[in-house]
């Protein structure tokens, strides 16, 4: 069950993440190595399936209050003016992978 | 030919809540940006969500209020993208999950009559930060107050089969969802957006045709006028032997523009959300909203024309709030007739409302107590209708108010009968030209006693008074 | 008697020492953070719980603290200073704690050997050609060289416990929502935990009482109260301990059988009754965990995009030649991320895309219900805590599995199931193989830490963990 190098292009642009040529190959072979690997999974009967989350069995809910105080500390922001977070024009971004 | 048009529309409505869905930051609008944000809602490394009670509170009202199954164990989820104002790369929202499904909403269709529409579903999410893209040069600019607000979304079937339907969709809904306080809706204000989707087929298809989409409608009427566009678009297309393309096209501009051509592969990855346990709504909980849900506008208004007598376009009108409807409520339950009532309220207390941002500002007993001065005669409806507004900024009871501003009518008999003599004696002229034969004259006897009493007198007695005396 | 200052300057020296010996495990450290906190200590006028003169302790650099930068072994995070500090990390100060480094770790959590850090590979204490483990590995070789006697590290698929064996130290993974998760960055939600690495059992249920106990800020935090342990059992009479066969596999390395062996003698010797009992998914574990953990880390991962924090790097710096913001996304996660990450997010991303969800991640899901329910009904059984090797082998060289990522995985084979069930687990050293340590591993039911570390100290007591097996 390995993935085509174009199929790990597309998921490296889906992850926003930039690869050169050697590295797309050396990760093409990797992740179809693991893939690989966990493969066997396909053999688990999904019969009887229960699904298993740890954790308390519900979800805790807190009361409607703002916080006093205002705003906490943040970090600082890479790239800031009048109270706004700045990035380059949205240009191409509509994610099509 | 004829073309059946298909419209389904989603909506997506901020809670009112205080803070946000999964962090203590404020809800509130317009602040200075990114003033109301936290770790949480910033996406920052490490941080956690934790759910805000009154957001499942309300959106569980909402769900009860349209007919839907509430489930009693919901998921989140995360539905995963990329895009610089959404701080986590992710939202957390529900997916197959969801908080209730299999709802319906009864509008007023003016081509079916009364209908039903069907709602797949409604679920609970976080809102993105706001995208600014033009406030610098090449730069987008990212406020992310709103990132982290609670949103219900409500998925209708595509059951709607006109623009006008969907007009009358949203109305609806919006009004069932401020009587229910579960938000205000404002569309200006950006608490509650709508996404439709729209395809033809020819009459008597079954398959559905190619649907398109539009984003970025700012009002119901832009969203009415769209659809039709769009509609009539199809139609040319198809009737010009050409394919409807799957585009999303945006009504930011006032026109439509394609955003997005064929559904682009957005592959969002939904998986449970790892950071939150199953919300669970406990059986208690859920007949504590169910048996405290408001009276829904429908049922309110056939009530009230029912239990009032008021005919049934006056119901609606007195039905549009529950502010007004309660106000029209004490109004009759302080001795107000129900017609007189409905007149008052959907005349001058509308009035005054809509000139003072909605505040109803004269208190029903007090209106009430105006009112009964009308019937005692003391003073005419026209004079109580110019104090009503004055009732507005004193604190004083109606009677005092009138008698302050001297214009209680005088009906004491002796006093009127000594001016309408009086006047009559002091124009012997008038008189004579009267009995002669210029009736209109009446007018003149009126003016002048209404001038003598400095208009206090009560018009109707004295109208009755001259006509006896002149008529000697 | 010591003070807080004179415990702080002690392990300020050791730590330096332990440095320039070339052992590369912290990311930050500066010895006047360290001084200061401890004069901090000594001002208060509540007695520290953490030991009379305060205690020093490494954390690990992917659990947040305000003293210190948080790179998680980074480049997308360094200089990241955190502006708010770990719930864990909180506790330990409030009882008297000094955070006195960040130490160095696989990036984001990912990984059994602490090479895949963007600040150098950390070497093992005893031999610096071999690795200490990981992903904890900088906490793990820290309380090994005695420069802290306690560390915060965080268990996702072993990565405490995996380093404290192969250091020869202490190392324990709690309950899932036994410690608060608010701080500790996420790299598998379901199954990360803050751990414990320590010198000793019982410094380790010290540190776990500090910083366990409900947290309004963490959803999946149990609510219960912070645990309290009393570790007085002298012996391990009443005590039943399985022997999962899935665990012992013919292939197992000799010595690592060897120490094995001499331990479960001597745990019978103390009292315990032993029980042959089967794990029948175990061998389903490594690949599970291998389809959930990228998964979730591919999405834990997302939020690095250099808009709000963090190291950003336009397109053209990125050489990508345009400057949208698309290219910028991809310069700075491509620049900032190391080669084990990126392989783990595009896996992740691949089980989590529509065709191949079904396949690996439900698959997944259904093979952890399974595992879980296995450890369920052995316990249920009367079996009180599971005995296993901690690893398959003792600290490999470094270098050795960087090419192979599937053989570096697959020593998570015994550690990963525990993460899977979200059950309490410890490592205690056992024995050494030519002078390197073998550790083994205790295993126990959900919230029965009072079990397992009465167990484990136990055990530390009757196995001499210096022993030479060869």
Redesign the interface.
């Known amino acids: 069950m390995t993935v085509p190098p174009e199929e790990v292009e597309r998921i490296a642009r889906l992850a926003h993440i930039s690869l050169d040529p050697d590295s797309l190959q050396t990760l093409t072979r990797e992740v179809g190595a693991i893939l690989e690997y966990v493969a066997q999974l396909e053999h688990v009967e999904a019969a009887d399936a229960e699904p298993f989350r740890p954790g308390p069995a519900k979800a805790p809910l807190r009361p409607d209050v703002v916080r006093p105080g205002g705003k906490p500390p943040l970090p600082a922001a890479p790239k800031f003016s009048d109270g706004l977070y700045l990035v380059p024009k949205v240009g191409r971004l509509d994610d099509t992978g | 030919m004829t073309w059946e048009t298909v419209i389904g529309l989603e909506v997506h409505v901020q809670l009112a809540t205080r803070s946000k869905l999964f962090c203590d930051c404020s809800t509130v609008f317009g602040d200075d940006p990114n003033a109301n944000v936290c770790p949480v809602c910033l996406g920052l490394p490490g941080a956690l969500p934790v759910t805000n009670r009154e957001a499942v509170r309300l959106g569980v009202r909402a769900a009860l209020a349209l007919g839907f199954a509430v489930h009693r164990t919901s998921l989140f989820a995360r539905k995963n993208y990329f895009y610089p104002d959404l701080p986590k790369g992710y939202q957390i929202s529900q997916f197959d999950q969801p908080l209730a499904s299999r709802g319906a909403l009864e509008i007023e269709s003016a081509d079916r009559g009364d209908v039903s529409i069907g709602l797949t579903r409604l679920h609970l999410e976080e809102d993105a930060g706001k995208s600014l893209h033009d406030r610098f040069p090449d730069q987008t600019a990212l406020d992310f107050n709103r990132s982290g607000i609670p949103l219900a979304e409500i998925v209708s079937d595509p059951d709607l089969r006109s623009p006008a339907e969907a007009r009358a969709y949203l109305t609806t809904l919006k009004q069932i969802l401020q009587y229910l306080d579960v938000s205000d809706c404002s569309m200006e204000e950006g608490r509650l957006r709508v996404d439709a989707n729209l395809s033809v087929r020819s009459a008597g298809q079954e398959a559905l045709g190619v649907k398109q989409e539009i984003k970025n409608m700012n009002s119901f009427a832009t969203v009415e006028r769209s659809l039709d566009y769009l509609r009539l678009s199809q139609i040319q297309t198809l009737e010009d032997g050409a394919t409807v393309e799957p585009n999303t096209f945006s009504a930011a501009t006032g026109t439509l523009r394609v955003m997005r051509t064929k559904e682009a592969s957005h592959d969002y990855r939904y998986f449970p959300e790892p950071d939150l346990p199953p919300l669970e709504i406990g059986r208690d909980w859920l007949d504590e909203e169910r048996n405290s849900l408001p009276e829904l506008p429908r049922a309110l208004c056939a009530r009230l024309g029912e239990q009032y007598g008021v005919p049934s376009y006056d119901a609606g009108v007195l039905a549009s709030t529950r502010a007004l409807a309660d106000y029209f409520e004490q109004l009759a339950g302080a001795g107000v007739d129900g017609r007189t009532a409905a007149h008052w309220v959907m005349g001058s207390v509308l009035q005054d409302a809509n000139e003072n941002k909605g505040v109803l500002r004269v208190a029903p007993t007090r209106l009430a107590a105006l009112i009964h001065m009308v019937g005692n005669r003391q003073v005419s409806l026209q004079t109580a209708k110019r104090l009503f507004p004055e009732l507005a900024v004193t604190d004083e009871a109606p009677e005092t108010l009138a008698a302050r501003l001297e214009v209680i009518q005088i009906d004491d008999e002796d006093q009127l009968s000594e001016w309408v003599r009086t006047v009559i004696e002091t124009h012997p002229d008038e008189l004579s030209r009267f009995r002669e034969g210029e009736s209109k004259l009446m007018d003149f006897f009126m003016g002048r006693v209404m001038k003598t009493s400095r208009g206090k007198a009560d018009p109707k007695r004295v109208q009755q008074m001259l006509l006896d005396e002149l008529g000697r | 008697m010591t003070t807080a200052y004179e415990a702080a300057q002690l392990a300020a020296a050791r730590i330096e020492a332990a440095e320039s010996s070339g052992l590369n495990a912290t990311i930050a450290f500066d010895p006047e953070v360290l001084l200061r906190q401890g004069r901090e200590v000594d001002a208060r006028t509540t007695p520290s719980r953490l030991g009379v003169g305060g205690l020093p302790l490494a954390v690990k650099d992917n ?2 603290t305000v003293e210190y930068d ?1 790179t ?1 072994g980074s480049r997308i ?1 360094e200089n ?5 500090e ?1 719930t864990a990390v909180s506790r330990l100060k409030a009882a008297g704690g000094m955070v006195a480094c960040k130490s160095n770790l696989d990036e984001f959590a990912m990984g059994s050997s602490s090479e895949h850090s963007a600040f150098g590979r950390v070497r093992h204490p005893v031999d610096a050609e071999r690795v200490p483990g990981g992903s904890s590995g900088g906490s793990a070789a820290l309380v090994a060289a005695g420069a802290v006697d306690a560390a915060l590290g965080s268990d996702t698929g072993g990565s405490v416990r995996q380093p404290a064996a192969f250091c020869g130290v202490v190392g324990l993974k709690p309950t ?2 036994r410690v608060s ?6 790299f598998g ?2 199954l990360d935990q803050i751990g414990v690495i320590a010198a000793s059992v019982q410094q380790a249920a010290a540190v776990l009482e500090v910083i366990s106990g409900r947290d ?8 219960v109260d912070p645990i309290d342990i009393s570790l007085d059992r002298q012996d391990l009479d009443g005590i039943v301990v399985g022997l999962p066969a899935e665990y012992f596999p013919s292939d197992l390395d000799p010595v690592t059988r060897k120490a094995c062996d001499r331990a479960v003698d001597a745990m019978r010797r103390a009292g315990a009754v032993t029980r042959d009992v089967s794990l029948p998914h175990a061998r ?1 574990a490594v ?2 965990y ?2 959930i953990a990228p ?2 880390a ?2 834990n ?3 690095y ?8 790097v ?2 053209q710096e ?3 030649g ?10 700075t ?3 900032g ?1 190391g ?1 084990e990450v ?2 783990r ?3 992740g ?6 065709g191949y ?1 079904e ?12 595992i ?2 296995d450890f369920t009904a052995v316990f249920d059984g009367g079996v009180d805590v599971l005995f296993t090797p901690t690893t398959p082998t003792t600290a490999f060289k470094a270098g050795e599995l960087l090419g ?3 053989a570096m ?1 697959l020593g998570d084979v015994f550690v990963c199931a525990a993460n899977l ?2 059950i309490p687990a410890i490592s205690v050293p056992i024995g050494r193989a030519n002078g390197l340590p073998i550790g083994g591993q205790l295993m126990a039911p ?1 919230f029965a830490e009072q079990t397992l570390l009465n167990v484990a100290q136990v055990m530390e007591r009757v196995v001499d963990g210096d022993h030479e097996l060869r």
């Open positions: 659990i947040c948080t998680c995070l990241y200073r955190s502006p708010y770990a899932y929502g998760r608010y701080g500790l960055i996420a939600s379901s309004e800020r963490d959803s999946t935090c149990a609510d389903l690949p599970c291998y389809v998964a979730e591919s999405a991962l997302a939020r995009d250099g808009v709000r924090y963090g190291a950003r336009t397109g990125g050489g990508e345009v400057d949208d913001l698309a290219a910028m996304y991809r310069a996660r491509g620049a991320f080669a990126r392989r997010i595009v896996v991303t691949h089980v989590l895309s529509s969800y396949a690996y991640y439900t698959k997944a899901q259904i093979a952890r219900g399974r879980t329910r192979d990522p599937v995985y069930a979200g959900v």
